[in-house]
């Protein structure tokens, strides 16, 4: 039997699609205990929701932010499950009308848990809204029009709202000060993807040696959605070419068909950075003639490859445009000549991977060539 030709979806983007979320809805970890990585927040949440049962009380209101593919959803879930409570699901982008929250939240019970994921993209007036609903448990619903309009208030039972937003800098201060407990999500190490992998792979029952855990999880972007997904595309090379036991060479040739390199960067990574070297001599060039070059949308550019290549330490993003680091040379095995390293701007050497917010000029620290 042939390879089959990987698809075009980009296999390491952050995003879900339906498959994983059925195969995530199985492997999600159904208590804290069980919850891998983010030893911070699940130390700080852990405490907030013991609190709240000693009380006899709903939990605050929890923001979480951070990456996709963190573990937001799972820890609304989670803490539903260590609440004892019913959890009802929605998202910002559908609730673009302040009835549709007043219908949503007239409908909560009391210590429910209301999970809306992409908080920030909720519309304005169904925001302001909330503000009530987090406060003070209740909202006024509008009755009529011009003079004749009548406000009647609505009382809510206590609920827990959970938020999650992967750019909390949108977020309005007057709704980030009304969530109880707020926590950022990071990118995953190495051995706690190993972790996760471990976990997953028992709970598919595949047999997976040590090394080949370790080649996934460097592969994986320090993402655990990445992770689970490459494991499953592992999973379905080792069926087809018929090898019992998952070793690292198993997984390398798996991963390689599916253009995926050792740094964990795919074939739209590559393409960018190619073409960002090749034809523009490593920069600087603005977004759209870059996206043209890799025949791409600027918006694929920007959101699917652009954070990963930036942290790191490959890209950089300039006021005059994108520029290829020396990291990205060797990466593809190319010498940087020195009149390009000479012109790099000095901000792209200073700037520290903590100072990068996704929206500015600089790119992980690194060193300035010989030369």
Known sequence: MTDQQPDEAP???QAADPEDRAVEAALRPKNLDDFVGQKRVRRQLSLVLEASRLRGRSADHVLLSGPPGLGKTTLAMIIAAEMNA???????????????????????????????????RMSRPAEEMLYMAMEDFRVDIIVGKGPGATAIPLELPPFTLVGATTRAGLLPGPLRDRFGFTGHLEFYSTDELELVLRRSAMLMDMSVNS????????????????????????????????????????????????????????????SVLTALITK??????????????????????ETVAEPYLVREGMLGRTPRGRIATAAAWKHLGLAMPPTVAAAMPEDLFSVTPDGFDGSGSGVDSWSRPEG
């Open 11 to 13: 296999l390491v983007a």
């Open 86 to 120: 019913p959890l009802r699901i929605s998202s910002g982008p559908a609730i673009q009308h302040a009835g549709d929250l007043a219908a949503i939240l007239s409908s909560l019970t009391d210590g429910e848990v209301l999970f809306l994921d992409e908080i920030h």
């Open 211 to 270: 090394a080949a855990f370790a080649e996934i999880a460097g592969r994986s972007r320090g993402t655990p959605r990445i992770a689970n997904r490459l494991l499953r595309r592992v999973r379905d090379w080792a069926l087809v070419h018929g090898s019992e036991q998952i070793d690292a060479r198993a997984a390398s040739a798996a991963l390689d068909m599916y253009e995926v390199d050792a740094r964990g960067l795919d074939r739209l990574d590559r």
């Open 280 to 301: 523009f001599n490593g920069g600087p060039v603005g977004l759209s003639t870059l996206a043209i070059a890799v025949g791409e949308e600027p918006e694929t550019v």
